[in-house]
């Protein structure tokens, strides 16, 4: 049984707590607390190999730059309009499709990647933990000495220890996050310069940036609030950035028209057809425009619409792979699959490198029939899922295999398909079935194994 003051301390003691751990983290929201993405549940990825190809040719010259591995980072898109980007534990990137339809340059979401990259040179994410540990022992022992205080009936007094261990806590912590994001702008000038690229597009946004420190709360980008830019830390970025012997440097119009291009397919894709079709009015005939209407022309439904956008763009870019990937994609959504396989084969032929690309054709050769279709599909979906990435790469396997009753190497498709997601007891359930029916001399049944006797990782 509890008395009333038992009660009433414990609530005093939870509420203080919770106060708290909600002011740091909202501190440390840049970082999504270091959870991976698949923890955080309100993340959405998505695929697309024009935008991975672009955000791979902006960032893989940047993580050389500042001595990273490009080949040890993961780049993930994330389907949000609002403008936001961040690093997480494991040499994560996760880009919002908010933040490339939002900017203006490609030189601007260069800026974001080099400061990312900043935080995860500079080991931030850890140091971050470290710091908040560092602090939340003391600041908790100093509340249960408020709360005791409260309990011997000095309740000013209590408070007063409560509050102040808060208001001391959040402002520690506030100083060390803008420590942090000063020094991720000097890191990201400093690889920028390091690659020969300007930091003026990162010093633009970033001043834009401080006018949006003006606005309510709830009008701010999330990178804003993240990133709060004081003059200090502004000043201090443009003196860096304008020492560079490449400030001057301007995107080339290649750059330019790329960036474009992948904004114009991100619009027809994500927005509301009617919100593309005001965006780009039939008036304007530019690349761009008649990529992003050919896709809303799809959405709603408009075969022969959509490839009248198309027709011109690809009479305009021929060798564009991206381009040919649309007009494949149009057309196995609309049923038409030998249409689909012919253009998906030539955006193939044209990067033969993007398992993305393969994937495309792999799907649409196995949605036709005939076991040398599917055999053909296999070829090609092995390509797409060369990385051990590409989960939905694995799914389609799966069925391929399925199709020509080779049940073994299905099941081990399908515990590839759930290893890919960290499904690890749904792989492990496959990959045992697969053993059974592989031959146990083939490299085949050794991945099998490989997956089988995995442990789950450790929560920590």
Same mark, same amino acid.
């Given at each position: 049984?509890s008395?009333?003051?038992?009660?009433g301390?414990?609530?005093?003691?939870?509420?203080?707590?919770r106060?708290?751990?909600?002011?740091?983290?909202?501190?440390?929201?840049?970082?999504?607390?270091?959870?991976?993405?698949t923890?955080?549940?309100?993340i959405?990825?998505?695929?697309?190999?024009?935008?991975?190809?672009?955000?791979?040719?902006?960032?893989d010259?940047?993580?050389?730059?500042?001595g990273?591995?490009?080949?040890?980072?993961?780049?993930h898109?994330?389907?949000?309009n609002?403008?936001?980007?961040?690093?997480?534990?494991?040499?994560?990137?996760?880009?919002?499709t908010?933040?490339?339809?939002?900017?203006?340059?490609?030189?601007?979401?260069?800026?974001?990647i080099?400061?990312?990259?900043?935080?995860?040179?500079g080991?931030?994410?850890?140091?971050?933990?470290?710091?908040?540990?560092?602090?939340?022992?003391?600041?908790?022992?100093?509340?249960i000495?408020?709360?005791?205080?409260i309990?011997?009936g000095?309740?000013?007094?209590?408070?007063?220890?409560?509050?102040?261990?808060?208001?001391?806590?959040?402002?520690?912590?506030?100083a060390?996050?803008?420590?942090q994001?000063?020094?991720?702008d000097?890191?990201?000038?400093?690889?920028?310069?390091?690659?020969?690229?300007?930091?003026?597009?990162?010093?633009?946004?970033?001043?834009?940036?401080?006018?949006?420190?003006?606005?309510?709360?709830?009008?701010?980008?999330?990178?804003?609030r993240?990133?709060?830019?004081?003059?200090a830390?502004?000043?201090?970025?443009?003196?860096r950035?304008?020492?560079?012997?490449?400030?001057?440097?301007?995107?080339?119009?290649?750059?330019?028209?790329?960036?474009?291009?992948?904004?114009?397919?991100?619009?027809?894709f994500?927005?509301?057809?009617?919100?593309?079709?005001?965006?780009?009015?039939?008036? %304007?005939?530019?690349?761009?425009?008649?990529? /992003?209407? !050919?896709? +809303?022309?799809?959405?709603?439904?408009? *075969? =022969?619409? &959509?490839?009248?956008?198309?027709?011109?763009?690809?009479?305009?870019?021929?060798?564009?792979?991206?381009v040919?990937?649309v007009k494949g994609?149009?057309?196995?959504?609309?049923?038409k699959v030998?249409?689909?396989?012919?253009?998906?084969?030539?955006?193939?032929?044209?990067?033969?490198?993007?398992e993305?690309?393969?994937?495309?054709?792999?799907?649409?050769?196995?949605?036709?029939?005939?076991?040398e279709?599917?055999?053909?599909?296999i070829?090609?979906?092995?390509?797409?899922?060369?990385?051990?990435?590409?989960?939905?790469?694995?799914?389609?396997?799966s069925i391929?295999?399925?199709?020509?009753?080779?049940?073994?190497?299905?099941?081990?498709?399908?515990?590839q398909?759930? %290893?890919?997601?960290?499904?690890?007891?749904? /792989?492990? !359930?496959? +990959?045992?079935?697969?053993?059974?029916? *592989? =031959?146990? &001399?083939?490299?085949?049944?050794?991945?099998?194994q490989?997956?089988?006797?995995?442990?789950?990782?450790?929560?920590?």
């Amino acid at each position: 049984m509890s008395t009333g003051a038992d009660t009433g301390l414990k609530a005093a003691l939870r509420g203080s707590v919770r106060a708290f751990c909600a002011l740091t983290i909202g501190a440390a929201a840049s970082f999504n607390a270091a959870l991976p993405a698949t923890a955080q549940g309100r993340i959405s990825i998505i695929s697309d190999a024009e935008t991975e190809a672009m955000l791979r040719e902006y960032s893989d010259p940047v993580f050389m730059a500042a001595g990273i591995d490009p080949a040890a980072v993961k780049i993930h898109l994330v389907n949000n309009n609002t403008l936001n980007a961040f690093v997480t534990n494991g040499q994560q990137l996760f880009v919002h499709t908010g933040l490339i339809t939002v900017v203006d340059t490609p030189a601007e979401l260069i800026g974001v990647i080099a400061h990312e990259t900043g935080h995860m040179a500079g080991g931030h994410l850890v140091k971050r933990r470290e710091e908040f540990e560092s602090m939340s022992m003391p600041v908790i022992a100093s509340m249960i000495l408020g709360v005791g205080a409260i309990a011997a009936g000095q309740g000013d007094a209590g408070m007063a220890v409560i509050m102040g261990s808060q208001h001391i806590a959040t402002r520690s912590l506030l100083a060390f996050t803008r420590e942090q994001e000063a020094s991720a702008d000097q890191a990201g000038a400093t690889f920028l310069q390091r690659s020969a690229q300007s930091g003026k597009g990162m010093l633009d946004l970033f001043s834009s940036m401080r006018d949006q420190e003006l606005l309510t709360t709830n009008r701010q980008d999330p990178y804003a609030r993240s990133h709060p830019m004081s003059s200090a830390r502004l000043s201090a970025l443009e003196d860096r950035v304008k020492t560079s012997p490449y400030y001057e440097k301007r995107d080339s119009p290649e750059r330019v028209h790329q960036f474009k291009m992948v904004q114009a397919k991100l619009f027809g894709f994500l927005d509301d057809p009617s919100v593309t079709f005001n965006r780009y009015p039939p008036s %304007d005939r530019s690349d761009y425009a008649l990529y /992003a209407r !050919s896709v +809303a022309y799809h959405r709603t439904g408009q *075969l =022969d619409k &959509a490839l009248a956008e198309l027709e011109p763009l690809i009479a305009n870019l021929p060798d564009n792979p991206y381009v040919w990937e649309v007009k494949g994609q149009i057309y196995f959504e609309s049923g038409k699959v030998p249409e689909s396989i012919a253009a998906y084969r030539r955006s193939v032929e044209l990067k033969p490198g993007d398992e993305q690309l393969h994937l495309g054709l792999g799907r649409a050769l196995l949605a036709r029939e005939g076991t040398e279709s599917t055999q053909e599909a296999i070829r090609h979906l092995q390509k797409a899922t060369q990385s051990g990435e590409e989960a939905f790469g694995y799914y389609q396997l799966s069925i391929a295999y399925g199709k020509l009753d080779n049940i073994g190497m299905a099941e081990l498709s399908t515990a590839q398909y759930y %290893d890919a997601l960290g499904a690890i007891g749904e /792989a492990k !359930s496959h +990959a045992i079935r697969a053993q059974k029916l *592989l =031959d146990s &001399a083939s490299p085949e049944w050794l991945r099998a194994q490989d997956i089988a006797i995995q442990q789950p990782p450790q929560r920590g």
